[in-house]
Nanobody
């Protein structure tokens, strides 16, 4: 399975940015997906996940109310819509596929990872 993330870039604080992640080699259908982010010298941190069958969602406290995760199983794509971006959102963002129906905020519980896409928010 190969996950390809795209949509990162340089934006100003308060702007919107949308990320997408498409899988090749395996259907997403009913499987859980997550977004994580990482800055140099820090551990990868949970951002959001979306479950499979029930499509339940969860968010990190730091992004709750500003970010929205969604999925399109026909296009085999997961999205992260990021509103009201802050400089502290600057990181490399990774999508991940979990071979379970339920989502997880634990990066160790995901089976496949994309290469990441850089998001930089200027103040």
């Amino acid at each position: 399975v190969q996950l390809q993330a795209s949509g990162g870039g340089l934006v100003q604080a308060g702007d919107y940015l949308g990320l997408s992640c498409t899988a090749a080699g395996r259907s997403f259908n009913s499987l859980a997906l997550g977004w994580f982010r990482q800055t140099p010298g820090k551990q990868r941190e949970f951002v959001a996940y979306i479950g499979g069958v029930t499509v339940n969602r969860a968010y990190a406290d730091s992004v709750e109310g500003r970010f929205t995760i969604s999925r399109d199983d026909v296009r085999n794509t997961v999205y992260l819509h990021m509103n009201s971006l802050k400089p502290e959102d600057t990181a490399r963002y990774y999508c991940a596929l979990r071979l379970r129906y339920t989502g997880s905020s634990d990066s160790n519980e995901h089976d496949y990872w994309g290469q990441g896409t850089q998001v930089t928010v200027s103040s």
